[in-house]
């Protein structure tokens, strides 16, 4: 057995001799514990390394981006003119079915900000005529 180690630490040895191609049953008995409990500890999710500030960080950069995408998707599907472009009456009905759905999951979304942040969509709602 190699010492008392704290769980965290005890997991990260089994995650590392198991990177290296120690099979369960080798790291149990390298470490002086069970096989289940190297099953477990192997199955168990790593801790985040990052801080709640920086997990939070990250997070508002991803939704960041994710509306500049969105703002990208837009302008594209708006300057393609898809109403305009002659198609057959199977894409037309396909492409429509896929505008209608888009919006619902879109305005589903802006529903889901107001209610989440009533006082900055109060002003948007009557700075754009929006209901």
């Known amino acids: 057995m190699t010492g008392a ?3 965290a630490q005890r997991r990260t040895q089994v995650r590392q001799l198991a990177q290296t191609g120690s099979s369960n049953r080798q790291i149990a008995a390298q470490l002086g514990i069970s ?3 190297v099953r477990r500890d192997l199955a168990t999710p790593e801790a985040p390394t990052q801080t709640r500030a920086e997990r939070f960080a990250a997070r508002v950069a991803q939704t960041e981006s994710a509306m500049s995408q969105l703002g990208a998707a837009v302008q594209a599907v708006a300057d393609a ?3 305009y472009t002659p ?3 199977e894409t037309a009905r396909r492409w429509y079915a896929e505008l209608l759905a888009t919006a619902d999951r879109l305005m589903a ?3 889901d900000f107001a209610d989440y942040y009533p006082s ?3 002003c948007a709602t009557t ?3 929006a209901p």
């Open 5 to 7: 180690l704290t769980v």
């Open 35 to 37: 096989k289940d409990t």
């Open 81 to 83: 003119k898809p109403a």
């Open 87 to 89: 198609v057959d009456e």
């Open 109 to 111: 979304h802006a529903n």
């Open 120 to 122: 900055a969509t109060a």
């Open 127 to 129: 700075e754009t005529g």
